[in-house]
């Protein structure tokens, strides 16, 4: 017997299963068993944030001065500490709140075995169970119709159609579909990961990170660093053993202290703490953000691709109007006035008597509850079907008039070649959906119900637009970011949408069914158009595929199971609260409160983050280089080591960490550039040259002016001096534009250091005592000059992206 077993002899006669029965099938393995899991397993986000390359090289570097070196110079090891945890926080915090989601909107379907109906949780439902439906169920498995009564399905997240489906036994139903109008029930054909939505789930299962240029370049970095810091610190350990004949304990300090500042420790922690406050930022709005990068990639995205179903529109629909017919031209004045008023009771005594009312009736209900008059007696009702194509009831009025009123597709309810069919096509072109309400002589539920109709009024209907999609759009299209609207509607429909909410090119709607199957013009004709209907779930995959092999950085939009392949092949993908969980599984952001206005919100987050970050990258990075040319300074002249842990740790507190804090979290809605590791070496380069230059040119000076004991805690004292000087001046001049805080700021910074210098118990903890004022003056002469040096390249620097158009990450028009 094929159709697997004519759906188990139609539910074993209609009663279900029974309990033996269910048993031998558990035991043959035919059980639901799709995994719940909607995210990474907390095992997973804690091994993905502990074992880093930053982790290893900060490590390694903490314990050997653990072992050796005061507390003073382990302070830099604790970055590694409060880099992971904000790390393994935010991912669990997020990981929580999915999780909690999931479980929210998990359905108990009502599974009738041994003759009775029960509540079952969807994993224990088994192959050949009969699953009954109600208006608002969700479909869990895949299986066949045995049971309808009006029964009409909506495939939207599946398919992305609109419009509901009307079932009869023996039809196929889906798993991800669910029911709004009629009753009945299904014999359960494929359960588990053979189900179709577990297949689409299944395929987009697999966890991927979004892809950070934040994260991939300081990674990048971290992988070159390492390379140089192995010969380097053998370098530095030789230099500071063998040639400088210090003690084991010093050597190994000094060597830390030349080889921890490589690392842009500094960095990584910044952008992990800027990333977090962006994402409660954002949650504040409503907004759940996965990964901490996923920020960072909706900002750098120039194509958001919107799913029109739930994104754009809501769920429901609105009468935009009714149209009041006679033949022969409207009634004028008190005749009309009546009329209207009779028709909106009409339409009200209708909406009152349906007891499953689609989203049709829903609106007219919701549009006219006001006008129903419990006077009016109910004689008979007839329902909607959809084979029928309307519904209608006879009433006895207040005065005793006694009237049948049909109210469905005004091509079923009149002849062909009616002049009122004329407005309709008109309408429907429009985009809109239009009912006739028409009276009749006969019994509404009569055969012939609809012949000789007299059509009474046009009712219009539209779906029902999100209130804040429209000024959405404007903010992408102000921010140069092209919205695509992607549907499995009809195109006309989907273009009138976008008509009425001001979308460029949403006169032209385009049939994917006619794009052409050359790749690349397919990408040229998605990259022109700009509404696309009757996309399949497989073709909302490929154009997201093609947009990105063209360059473009794709945001992806959905809510249904339809787009969840290309939620997961987009850049970003963003879904609704209210959508499937495997949407929201594979979604990096989620917007908890289905409000598409949060978009923008996310995007100037996003793009804060990344303009400040690449602002502070300069420091963290100029800090790098000139530690690099430090050490193979020290080992070419055979000296010690300048400094210590703990007078790096210092100065790059006052010169770089702190500072870097603040100036990461200042407005910035520059649109995100690419080329980050690039952008900012071209500046941090020549700086850290300059800085590690001017710092051993009076280190050495320093060398031959001191001598005796204790000289060797002058020369770092005076070396530290320099390098904090220059390092201020670079912080000058990537805090400018200047306001009162950026002033503030600085000024701060460099009265700290003061304070460390006349303090004597911090003169003491951080080894820092000037001697004499020859070298102090002398370092301040070789910093002003750095200083020259460095205002010569940020102008040499800045000029080059000016005239590349590429600007600076950060300029005036950034600040409030």
């Given at each position: 017997m094929t159709d697997r077993g004519a759906a188990e002899q139609r539910a074993a006669a209609s009663g279900g299963l029974s309990t033996a029965e269910v048993d031998a099938r558990i035991a043959r393995g035919e059980v639901n068993d799709v995994p719940t899991r909607s995210s990474r397993s907390a095992t997973e986000i804690v091994r993905s944030n502990v074992f880093t390359r930053f982790?290893?090289?900060?490590?390694?570097?903490?314990?050997?001065?653990?072992?050796?070196?005061?507390?003073q110079d382990t302070l830099f090891g604790f970055v590694i500490l409060a880099n992971t945890l904000i790390g393994i926080v935010q991912e669990l915090r997020a990981k929580r709140t999915l999780d909690n989601l999931a479980v929210i909107?998990?359905?108990?379907?009502?599974?009738?075995?041994?003759?009775?109906?029960?509540?079952?949780?969807?994993?224990?439902?088994?192959?050949?169970?009969?699953?009954?439906?109600?208006?608002?169920?969700?479909?869990?498995?895949?299986?066949?119709?045995?049971?309808?009564?009006?029964?009409?399905?909506?495939?939207?997240?599946?398919?992305?159609?609109?419009?509901?489906?009307?079932?009869?036994?023996?039809?196929?139903?889906?798993?991800?579909?669910?029911?709004?109008?009629?009753?009945?029930?299904?014999?359960?054909?494929?359960?588990?990961?053979?189900?179709?939505?577990?297949?689409?789930?299944?395929?987009?299962?697999?966890?991927?990170?979004?892809?950070?240029?934040?994260?991939?370049?300081?990674?990048?970095?971290?992988?070159?660093?390492t390379w140089v810091i192995v010969p380097t610190g053998a370098g530095l350990v030789v230099s500071q053993f063998v040639i400088g004949r210090n003690d084991v304990e010093t050597a190994i300090r000094r060597m830390v202290g030349g080889i921890a500042p490589m690392v842009p420790e500094g960095l990584v922690l910044l952008t992990s703490i800027a990333f977090a406050i962006g994402v409660v930022r954002l949650g504040r709005r409503r907004c759940l953000v996965q990964e901490l990068p996923a920020i960072e990639g909706l900002a750098r995205v120039d194509v958001v691709c919107l799913d029109k179903t739930g994104t754009l529109t809501e769920g429901?629909?609105?009468?935009?109007?009714?149209?009041?017919?006679?033949?022969g031209g409207e009634p004028a004045g008190s005749a009309y006035a009546e009329r209207r008023d009779r028709i909106e009771r009409v339409l009200a005594a209708l909406g009152s008597v349906d007891p499953r009312p689609n989203p049709s009736m829903r609106?007219?209900?919701?549009?006219?509850?006001?006008?129903?008059?419990?006077?009016?007696?109910?004689?008979?009702?007839?329902?909607?079907?959809?084979?029928?194509?309307?519904?209608?009831?006879?009433?006895?009025?207040?005065?005793?008039?006694?009237?049948?009123?049909?109210?469905?597709?005004?091509?079923?309810?009149?002849?062909?070649?009616?002049?009122t069919l004329t407005q309709v096509d008109r309408l429907s072109r429009e985009g809109l959906r239009v009912l006739l309400l028409a009276g009749t002589e006969?019994?509404?539920?009569?055969?012939?119900?609809?012949?000789?109709?007299?059509?009474?009024?046009?009712?219009?209907?539209?779906?029902?637009?999100?209130?804040?999609?429209?000024?959405?759009?404007?903010?992408?299209?102000?921010?140069?970011?092209?919205?695509?609207?992607?549907?499995?509607?009809?195109?006309?429909?989907?273009?009138a949408v976008a008509a009425k909410l001001a979308l460029p090119g949403a006169q032209t709607p385009v049939d994917t069914r006619g794009l052409p199957d050359d790749p690349e013009e397919r990408a040229r004709a998605l990259t022109d158009g700009t509404v696309f209907g009757r996309v399949s779930p497989r073709e909302k995959q490929r154009m997201v595929d093609a947009l990105q092999s063209h360059g473009h950085h794709v945001a992806m939009t959905g809510d249904g199971v339809n787009d969840v392949l290309a939620l997961k092949n987009a850049d970003i993908g963003v879904a609704m609260g209210t959508g499937s969980e495997a949407?929201?599984?594979?979604?990096?952001?989620?917007?908890?409160?289905?409000?598409?206005?949060?978009?923008?919100?996310?995007?100037?987050?996003?793009?804060?983050?990344?303009?400040?970050?690449?602002?502070?990258a300069h420091l963290f990075l100029t800090k790098t280089v000139y530690s690099v040319?430090?050490?193979?300074?020290?080992?070419?002249?055979?000296?010690?080591?300048?400094?210590?842990?703990?007078?790096?740790?210092?100065?790059?507190?006052?010169?770089?960490?702190?500072?870097?804090?603040?100036?990461?979290?200042?407005?910035?809605?520059?649109?995100?550039?690419?080329?980050?590791?690039?952008?900012?070496?071209?500046?941090?380069?020549?700086?850290?040259?300059?800085?590690?230059?001017?710092?051993?040119?009076?280190?050495?000076?320093?060398?031959?002016?001191?001598?005796?004991?204790?000289?060797?805690?002058?020369?770092?004292?005076?070396?530290?001096l320099t390098l904090f000087l220059?390092?201020?001046?670079?912080?000058?001049?990537?805090?400018?534009?200047?306001?009162?805080?950026?002033?503030?700021?600085?000024?701060?910074?460099?009265?700290?250091?003061?304070?460390?210098?006349?303090?004597?118990?911090?003169?003491?903890?951080?080894?820092?005592?000037?001697?004499?004022?020859?070298?102090?003056?002398?370092?301040v002469v070789w910093a002003a000059g750095a200083g020259v040096a460095l205002e010569l390249a940020w102008r040499y620097v800045n000029g080059g992206d000016r005239r590349q158009g590429r600007g600076p990450a950060y300029s005036s028009r950034n600040e409030p």
């Open positions: 982790n290893a090289i900060i490590g390694v570097l903490f314990v050997i001065i653990l072992v050796v070196g005061p507390v909107g998990a359905a108990r379907p009502t599974v009738r075995r041994d003759g009775r109906a029960v509540g079952l949780p969807t994993h224990r439902i088994v192959l050949g169970d009969l699953i009954e439906l109600r208006p608002g169920d969700k479909c869990v498995v895949d299986g066949e119709i045995t049971e309808s009564d009006s029964l009409e399905i909506d495939e939207s997240l599946l398919t992305g159609e609109a419009d509901p489906v009307i079932k009869h036994p023996g039809d196929r139903i889906m798993s991800g579909s669910f029911v709004v109008a009629g009753v009945g029930a299904f014999t359960a054909t494929r359960v588990g990961r053979a189900a179709y939505a577990a297949q689409l789930a299944e395929e987009a299962s697999r966890f991927t990170l979004v892809h950070s240029e934040l994260r991939s370049g300081i990674n990048t970095l971290l992988k070159y660093i429901g629909m609105d009468v935009a109007e009714v149209r009041v017919l006679q033949d609106a007219i209900v919701d549009a006219y509850a006001g006008r129903h008059d419990s006077s009016w007696q109910t004689v008979r009702s007839l329902p909607f079907s959809s084979a029928r194509k309307y519904s209608g009831a006879a009433f006895v009025e207040p005065d005793g008039t006694r009237g049948t009123w049909l109210l469905g597709a005004p091509d079923t309810l009149l002849p062909a070649g009616h002049p006969r019994e509404p539920d009569a055969p012939d119900a609809a012949a000789g109709a007299t059509p009474a009024a046009l009712v219009v209907l539209e779906q029902r637009l999100r209130p804040d999609a429209a000024e959405t759009l404007r903010y992408f299209a102000d921010q140069d970011v092209s919205a695509k609207v992607l549907s499995g509607d009809n195109p006309i429909s989907v273009g949407t929201r599984a594979v979604a990096q952001i989620v917007l908890l409160d289905n409000s598409f206005a949060t978009l923008p919100s996310v995007v100037a987050e996003g793009r804060r983050v990344i303009g400040n970050i690449e602002r502070v040319l430090l050490a193979v300074l020290v080992i070419c002249w055979q000296v010690p080591y300048p400094f210590l842990p703990r007078h790096l740790t210092l100065l790059a507190s006052l010169t770089i960490g702190i500072p870097a804090f603040f100036l990461a979290l200042a407005p910035n809605h520059e649109r995100a550039q690419p080329h980050f590791v690039r952008r900012v070496m071209r500046y941090a380069v020549p700086a850290g040259l300059i800085g590690g230059a001017a710092t051993f040119a009076v280190y050495l000076l320093a060398r031959h002016h001191y001598s005796g004991p204790g000289s060797l805690r002058a020369e770092t004292s005076v070396a530290t220059i390092g201020m001046w670079v912080l000058a001049i990537v805090a400018r534009p200047y306001t009162w805080w950026r002033i503030g700021l600085v000024l701060t910074m460099g009265l700290s250091f003061v304070a460390v210098l006349v303090t004597p118990w911090l003169q003491h903890f951080f080894g820092l005592r000037l001697v004499g004022t020859a070298m102090p003056w002398w370092a």
